[in-house]
Every structure is written in structure tokens, then in C-alpha cells.
């Protein structure tokens, strides 16, 4: 009897929040739906629901009860000091207009992840040339990435069920705080066919709020704990764990001469185009294998139907090798066994 | 030929070409190199005895005038082979990038900066909301304009500057006729630098010297020439 008269307590705040955003949604915007009741309480139940459950702080008590909670705790392999109530909070946007919210924690995590990723890839590869340590730090912890480690990875789950159906079926508070609760975009418009691409403030994409929540986790696992060991060991294990081709990122659009120039500013000599191989030459295919030489020394080899094609790429398989030069067991700064390695001097500019 | 100061000849050993197959695909680059000197002139290579100054006039190379400022900021605790000293003190934008220049350790240094200066946020710098904090951490610090304002280009460039450093960074004004910092590009080069102090101190000396050379130097609010000071100004 007492959940219900909390949920009722709890709701009547709900439905006067709702139709105060549902009177301002329709005075402001014309791409909100207007058809239905129904259909305005879903879009607003996000942030109706949230606001209410953030006005207080959720104690660890009340965190407790939901099962959502402990079960990604335990998911995550999390440490005891990492409060649910903690959790909870990483799961709360900003949009929701709650007080205690991942804004902080977002931009924590986010500093140690940028950090942990760029020392692990150029410790990794040294010569990476800029835009591609850029793209393959963006491969790990862009916002896309972070969501479908979220979503997929971690289970995390949006919180979805209208307020009414909620109130309906006196559902405790406590089940959403194990839920991603964010103010969704409404994608809906009046016009059959036209799609909304704005957002109004505060709006965010689930693929966002995902992402944050994920930053959250990481930046709140060092709040609780205050040990950077196990924050990386943390990122190690979910984010660096993911494989990445870094092979496959690389385009070039003059490789001959930008192998010419790599070779004039390392000091080494021209490089040199051979055939090594052909075959058929006058027929319809042929194949031809040439490899590109500096002094007696081989830089690449590789294929082509024609001998231009074959030198182009035998170019870029030379520049990949010296781009993806990869040390012997690296070691990052942070390891405490750390030996100074190679410091590259920058990419080559054609 | 007054302009011709230099004419390098460098011919193929006769061996060497005989053992050379017929099939090579690339000819062998010119052998005799002509390097101009004076004003430039389209297609041709010019000396690096003509352009490789700073903006200040200093010539770049390995020695004691263009190191000194570097290695006094830095001291015995801190230092740097010689190399890498003058690599953090290039740009990108230098001698179209013959040089060795500091844009990645300048990546490097950027997020362990953005990472030291997060946890001197929350552990150094009072909480306006208790309720919001974790563990006695200031989380609700993060975000707010005094934490950003530490690491922003601005105060970095006002760091170079107070520590007499400007004079030897070698890089290339958009516009050599430019003399506001924020538009000739100075501010993002001389942010750039002190970044690429950092990540060759972590790149050389680790994690833990790194630490310490950013709580000491940048973020002591007991030295006035600190980040962290100079941002309250």
C-alpha cells in the first residue's frame, strides 16, 4: 500500500509537469505531434520521470532495489566502492534536468579515455601519421563506438515506458534507475513524410546519451576508487580490447612521391622501382610484381595489371610499412617498467 | 653566376648502374642539384641557408643560442637530449616539414594535460555543491569556465611568454606582415609548444616525471608564473 501511495504521490507532480510541457511544446514548436494525447506524454515521459526521480538524491538504499542496477554492477565487474546509487547517476543526463547528473563525470572519463588511447596507439605505432592516430583514436571512443559498447556490450537500457503506463501498472521508481534516461529528439512532425533533423535544447540522440553514460562509468570508477590502475585497467578491458585495422585507414593520394620525399628527409637513397616479376605480358591479364628499392635495401613489393599500377603499389605498400612500424613489446608512459622508445619527427607533407 | 652558390654533384658509381636492370620503372633523380639563393623563384629548390629562421631571426640548427631558454625552463630534473628539444620548438608550419616538427607529441601532451588538469580540478579546487561530489572529489568543478580556462590556448601562450620562450619557437606567420598574435597563428603554435613540453617529458621520463613537472611547473598555484595563476588574472 505504501509503494502505491509513493507512486501516486510521485505521479501527481509527473502529469503536471507533462501537460506543462505539452502546452509549451505546442505554443513553441510546430513539429510536435498534435494529434494525440497519448502520443505527447510518450515523448515527454523521459524527462517528466527523470526530473522526479533527480530532484532528491537517490540513496544507496533505494538504488539497491533495482535489479537493472545491480546486474550491470556485476556485469562490469565493478568494485565495491563504486557506489549503485554512483551508477545510477551515470545513467542520468544532463537533458533530464536532474541536479545530480554525469556532466562532471562525462568530462573525467572522457579526459582518461583520450589519454589511455592516444599513449596505447603511439606507443604502439609511432609513425603514425596524424590523421590516422586522430581517426583510430576516434575508432575507440567516438560516440558511436562508446554507444554500441554500451548498448551491445554492457546491456544498458533506455528507459522507454510512457509515465501513465507507469503509473498504470504502480511501477516502482527504483526501476528506472537502473535505465538510461536522457531527453530523447522527437522525430515526429505534422507533415507525412518530413522528417525533423533539429533538435530543441536539450534534445540529445540516444547514440549521445549512450555514450556519455559509458565516459560516466569510467570517469565515476575513479571518483569511487581514486586509483588510476584500475581505471586503465578498466579501458584496457573495455575499449582498447576492440579490435582495430589500422591498416585499412590509410589512403594516399601521391605515395611515389611521397615515398620520394620520406626517403630525402630520412636520408636514405632514392628509391628505385624494379621488376622482380611478370607474366603474360602480351595476353589480356597480365601481372606484373614490381618492388621499390632504396641502395640495396627493399622498402615494398607488390602486384599489378600494369607496371603503373604495380609501382603505385608497391609505393604505399613501402609507406605502409614505415607508418605501421610497430616496436618489439611496447611499453606506454604510464607502465612502470616504461623505457623511452622511438619519437617520430612527423609525417611526410607533399 | 653570383646566384649560384652551391652545385652538388652526386653521380651513380658505374658498377652500381651496370648491376641496375633494364626494367627499373623509375630513373635515377637528377644527379646535379642547383640551390637558389635570393628571392624565390618558381620550380626552383632553394638554399636552407635562405629561409631556415624564425620569425624572431634565429637560425635553426642544434645549438646552444636557440636551446639555452628551453633548458633553463626545464632544468637538470627535466632534461631533454638536444634533439628533441628542437623538435618541440618546430612547428608544422616550419620549413614546409623538412624538419623534424612537435605536432605529435603536442597530441600526446594535449590529453595528458586535460587528464592532470581534470584531477587537480577535482581534487584541488572547492566544491560549490557537495551533494554533486563522490568520494570527497569535486565533481561538480568539472565544465565550469575556471577549470576550462587553465588549459586554453590563451593562458598557454601567456606561460610561453612569461617564461621567455617565444624567440626561439620556430614556425612560419600566415602572413609575415601580421603582428596580432590570435591572427598570425602565434597563440595556437606557442599552445602547441608548451603541449609538446609535456608529451616529450612523458614520451622520455614517463608517466610519473610528467606528473610531477605538470603539479610543480603548471598547475603549483604557489608559482605565479603557473597556469593555474595565470588563468585568475
Given at each position: 500500500?505504501?509503494?502505491?501511495?509513493?507512486?501516486?504521490?510521485l505521479?501527481?507532480?509527473f502529469i503536471?509537469?507533462?501537460?506543462?510541457?505539452?502546452?509549451?511544446?505546442?505554443?513553441?514548436?510546430?513539429?510536435?505531434?498534435?494529434t494525440?494525447?497519448?502520443e505527447?506524454?510518450?515523448?515527454?515521459?523521459t524527462?517528466?520521470?527523470?526530473?522526479?526521480?533527480?530532484?532528491?538524491?537517490?540513496?544507496?538504499?533505494?538504488?539497491?532495489?533495482s535489479?537493472?542496477?545491480?546486474s550491470?554492477?556485476?556485469?562490469?565487474?565493478?568494485?565495491?566502492?563504486?557506489?549503485?546509487s554512483?551508477?545510477?547517476?551515470?545513467?542520468?543526463?544532463?537533458?533530464?534536468?536532474?541536479?545530480?547528473?554525469?556532466?562532471?563525470?562525462?568530462?573525467?572519463?572522457?579526459?582518461?579515455?583520450?589519454?589511455?588511447?592516444?599513449?596505447?596507439?603511439?606507443?604502439?605505432?609511432?609513425?603514425?601519421?596524424?590523421?590516422?592516430?586522430n581517426?583510430a583514436?576516434?575508432?575507440y571512443i567516438?560516440?558511436?563506438?562508446l554507444?554500441?559498447?554500451?548498448?551491445?556490450s554492457?546491456g544498458i537500457?533506455?528507459?522507454?515506458?510512457?509515465?501513465?503506463?507507469?503509473?498504470?501498472?504502480?511501477?516502482?521508481?527504483?526501476?528506472?534507475?537502473?535505465?538510461?534516461?536522457?531527453?530523447?529528439?522527437?522525430?515526429?512532425?505534422?507533415?507525412?513524410?518530413?522528417?525533423?533533423?533539429?533538435?530543441?535544447?536539450?534534445?540529445?540522440?540516444?547514440?549521445v546519451?549512450?555514450s556519455?553514460?559509458?565516459?560516466?562509468?569510467?570517469?565515476?570508477?575513479?571518483?569511487s576508487t581514486?586509483s588510476e590502475?584500475?581505471?586503465?585497467?578498466?579501458?584496457?578491458?573495455?575499449?582498447?580490447?576492440?579490435?582495430?585495422?589500422?591498416?585499412?585507414?590509410?589512403?594516399?593520394?601521391q605515395?611515389?612521391?611521397e615515398?620520394?620525399?620520406?626517403?630525402?628527409?630520412?636520408g636514405?637513397?632514392?628509391?628505385?622501382?624494379?621488376?622482380?616479376?611478370?607474366?603474360g605480358?602480351?595476353?589480356?591479364?597480365?601481372?606484373?610484381?614490381?618492388?621499390?628499392?632504396?641502395?640495396?635495401?627493399?622498402?615494398?613489393?607488390?602486384?599489378?595489371?600494369?607496371?603503373?599500377?604495380?609501382k603505385?603499389?608497391?609505393?604505399?605498400?613501402?609507406?605502409?610499412?614505415?607508418?605501421?612500424?610497430?616496436?618489439?613489446n611496447?611499453?606506454?608512459p604510464?607502465?612502470e617498467?616504461?623505457?623511452?622508445?622511438?619519437?617520430?619527427?612527423?609525417?611526410?607533407?607533399? | 653566376?653570383?646566384s649560384?652558390?652551391?652545385?652538388?654533384?652526386t653521380?651513380?658509381?658505374?658498377?652500381?648502374?651496370a648491376?641496375r636492370p633494364?626494367?627499373?620503372?623509375?630513373?635515377?633523380?637528377?644527379?646535379?642539384?642547383?640551390?637558389?639563393?635570393g628571392?624565390?623563384v618558381r620550380g626552383?629548390?632553394?638554399?636552407?641557408e635562405?629561409?631556415?629562421?624564425?620569425?624572431s631571426?634565429?637560425?635553426?640548427?642544434?645549438?646552444?643560442?636557440?636551446?639555452?631558454?628551453?633548458?633553463?625552463?626545464?632544468?637538470?630534473?627535466?632534461?631533454?637530449?638536444d634533439?628533441?628539444?628542437l623538435q618541440?620548438?618546430?612547428?608544422?608550419?616550419?620549413?614546409?616539414?623538412?624538419?623534424?616538427?612537435?605536432?605529435?607529441?603536442?597530441?600526446?601532451?594535449?590529453?595528458f594535460?586535460?587528464?592532470r588538469?581534470?584531477?587537480?580540478?577535482?581534487h584541488?579546487?572547492?566544491?560549490?555543491?557537495?551533494?554533486?561530489?563522490?568520494?570527497?572529489l569535486?565533481?561538480?568543478?568539472?565544465g565550469?569556465?575556471?577549470?576550462?580556462?587553465?588549459?586554453?590556448?590563451?593562458?598557454?601562450?601567456?606561460?610561453?611568454?612569461?617564461n621567455n620562450?617565444?624567440?626561439?619557437?620556430f614556425?612560419?606567420?600566415?602572413?609575415a606582415?601580421?603582428?596580432?598574435?590570435?591572427?598570425?597563428?602565434?597563440?595556437?603554435?606557442?599552445?602547441?609548444?608548451?603541449?609538446?613540453?609535456?608529451?616529450?617529458?612523458?614520451?622520455?621520463?614517463?608517466?610519473?616525471?610528467a606528473e610531477?613537472f605538470?603539479?610543480?611547473?603548471?598547475?603549483?598555484?604557489s608559482?605565479?608564473?603557473?597556469?593555474v595563476?595565470l588563468?585568475q588574472?
Amino acid at each position: 500500500m505504501n509503494r502505491i501511495r509513493n507512486s501516486l504521490v510521485l505521479s501527481k507532480p509527473f502529469i503536471n509537469q507533462s501537460s506543462k510541457l505539452i502546452h509549451k511544446s505546442f505554443s513553441t514548436t510546430r513539429f510536435v505531434n498534435q494529434t494525440t494525447t497519448q502520443e505527447s506524454l510518450n515523448t515527454t515521459q523521459t524527462t517528466s520521470s527523470s526530473s522526479a526521480s533527480n530532484s532528491k538524491i537517490i540513496t544507496e538504499e533505494e538504488a539497491s532495489k533495482s535489479a537493472l542496477l545491480v546486474s550491470l554492477h556485476r556485469r562490469l565487474n565493478l568494485p565495491k566502492e563504486f557506489k549503485l546509487s554512483t551508477l545510477a547517476r551515470c545513467l542520468t543526463c544532463r537533458s533530464s534536468q536532474g541536479k545530480l547528473n554525469n556532466y562532471g563525470l562525462n568530462i573525467l572519463g572522457k579526459n582518461f579515455l583520450s589519454y589511455y588511447v592516444s599513449e596505447n596507439l603511439l606507443a604502439t605505432y609511432p609513425r603514425l601519421p596524424t590523421i590516422i592516430l586522430n581517426s583510430a583514436i576516434d575508432s575507440y571512443i567516438s560516440n558511436e563506438s562508446l554507444a554500441s559498447i554500451g548498448e551491445h556490450s554492457w546491456g544498458i537500457e533506455v528507459d522507454q515506458t510512457p509515465i501513465l503506463q507507469k503509473f498504470l501498472r504502480e511501477e516502482p521508481i527504483e526501476y528506472s534507475y537502473g535505465k538510461l534516461r536522457f531527453l530523447p529528439v522527437n522525430p515526429k512532425t505534422n507533415e507525412k513524410g518530413v522528417t525533423k533533423i533539429t533538435k530543441n535544447a536539450g534534445e540529445i540522440d540516444p547514440t549521445v546519451a549512450y555514450s556519455l553514460s559509458v565516459r560516466s562509468i569510467i570517469g565515476a570508477l575513479y571518483a569511487s576508487t581514486k586509483s588510476e590502475t584500475l581505471t586503465k585497467k578498466f579501458i584496457y578491458d573495455h575499449i582498447l580490447s576492440r579490435k582495430l585495422d589500422i591498416s585499412t585507414m590509410f589512403e594516399f593520394e601521391q605515395p611515389t612521391r611521397e615515398l620520394s620525399r620520406l626517403c630525402k628527409r630520412e636520408g636514405f637513397e632514392v628509391p628505385i622501382a624494379r621488376l622482380l616479376a611478370e607474366n603474360g605480358r602480351l595476353t589480356k591479364k597480365p601481372v606484373f610484381v614490381v618492388g621499390v628499392f632504396s641502395g640495396e635495401n627493399k622498402l615494398g613489393e607488390s602486384y599489378g595489371s600494369s607496371l603503373k599500377e604495380a609501382k603505385i603499389r608497391a609505393s604505399v605498400d613501402a609507406l605502409k610499412k614505415w607508418y605501421l612500424y610497430k616496436p618489439l613489446n611496447p611499453k606506454v608512459p604510464s607502465d612502470e617498467d616504461y623505457q623511452p622508445g622511438l619519437i617520430d619527427h612527423g609525417i611526410v607533407i607533399v | 653566376m653570383n646566384s649560384i652558390r652551391k652545385l652538388i654533384t652526386t653521380q651513380v658509381p658505374l658498377a652500381q648502374r651496370a648491376l641496375r636492370p633494364s626494367s627499373s620503372i623509375i630513373s635515377q633523380s637528377r644527379s646535379v642539384v642547383y640551390l637558389h639563393k635570393g628571392p624565390r623563384v618558381r620550380g626552383l629548390v632553394r638554399d636552407e641557408e635562405d629561409y631556415m629562421y624564425s620569425p624572431s631571426g634565429k637560425k635553426y640548427g642544434l645549438n646552444q643560442e636557440n636551446l639555452q631558454s628551453l633548458k633553463e625552463f626545464l632544468g637538470k630534473e627535466y632534461e631533454l637530449p638536444d634533439e628533441l628539444s628542437l623538435q618541440i620548438l618546430t612547428h608544422k608550419s616550419f620549413a614546409h616539414g623538412i624538419k623534424p616538427f612537435n605536432e605529435k607529441l603536442s597530441i600526446l601532451g594535449s590529453h595528458f594535460l586535460k587528464n592532470r588538469a581534470s584531477l587537480y580540478t577535482i581534487h584541488k579546487q572547492e566544491s560549490k555543491d557537495v551533494d554533486a561530489d563522490i568520494n570527497g572529489l569535486s565533481i561538480s568543478q568539472l565544465g565550469s569556465l575556471t577549470s576550462r580556462n587553465i588549459t586554453s590556448s590563451e593562458i598557454l601562450y601567456a606561460f610561453i611568454k612569461k617564461n621567455n620562450l617565444t624567440d626561439v619557437i620556430f614556425w612560419k606567420k600566415r602572413d609575415a606582415l601580421l603582428t596580432d598574435p590570435s591572427k598570425s597563428g602565434e597563440i595556437k603554435v606557442s599552445d602547441g609548444v608548451v603541449k609538446a613540453i609535456i608529451g616529450a617529458i612523458l614520451s622520455h621520463h614517463g608517466k610519473v616525471k610528467a606528473e610531477k613537472f605538470i603539479d610543480d611547473v603548471l598547475l603549483n598555484s604557489s608559482n605565479e608564473k603557473s597556469l593555474v595563476n595565470l588563468s585568475q588574472n
